[in-house]
């Protein structure tokens, strides 16, 4: 049975390199995973917690309900002045008060100009919230532009080796889990 990815990606841009690698990824495991893109992070609205204490917004909970349902999530971010995007952090927020994230198998790939303080910062949040990433499921691409065309084809090829170990890694991963 095919393992269900749930697909975020930090960035909201429509044609974004992030958005392209994560369906890189998504094309690299079509036979042995089935992948959900979550395209609502420029919707949710602020986190609150005032809105939170019985129950979330409808949005909110319907994102809750994907990252439940998915036996991963694949993160696939730019990094913004040095920072997570601030959507992007807004809808892991709507989930610190749950335990959604726990032990959920997360790859996370950080792709931007540097990248560096993004990716670290990520990597706090996921383990903070109890996410089970591994080095193995994590890389960072650095000059992430210049390593992808716009038909979304990975032009670098040590990038595209490097997202085919971590979609093997990924989906060892989840299989491991799932068992």
């Given at each position: 049975m095919k393992k269900k990815i749930l697909a975020i990606c930090g960035s909201t841009r429509t044609r974004s390199a992030?958005?392209?690698?994560?369906?890189?990824?998504?094309?690299?495991?079509?036979?042995?995973?089935?992948?959900?893109?979550?395209?609502?992070?420029?919707?949710?609205?602020?986190?609150?917690?005032?809105?939170?204490?019985?129950?979330?917004?409808?949005?909110?909970?319907?994102?809750?309900?994907?990252?439940?349902?998915?036996?991963?999530?694949?993160?696939?971010?730019?990094?913004?002045?040095?920072?997570l995007p601030g959507a992007l952090k807004n809808a892991i927020e709507w989930c610190v008060s749950t335990t959604i994230f726990s032990e959920k198998p997360v790859a996370l790939i950080t792709a931007s100009a540097s990248g560096v303080i993004a990716h670290e910062s990520l990597q706090l949040v996921l383990k903070t919230i109890y996410a089970d990433i591994r080095k193995e499921t994590q890389l960072l691409i650095q000059g992430a532009k210049g390593k992808i065309s716009s038909e979304g084809e990975i032009t670098d090829a040590l990038t595209a080796q490097q997202l085919k170990d971590l979609a093997d890694n990924f989906l060892i991963h989840l299989n491991e889990k799932n068992r």
């Open positions: 992030n958005l392209l690698i994560i369906n890189h990824v998504a094309r690299l495991l079509s036979t042995d995973a089935q992948f959900e893109f979550y395209n609502e992070l420029d919707i949710l609205p602020h986190f609150n917690p005032d809105l939170d204490k019985e129950r979330a917004p409808e949005i909110v909970e319907d994102l809750r309900q994907k990252i439940r349902k998915a036996d991963g999530i694949l993160i696939c971010t730019p990094e913004y002045v040095f920072s």
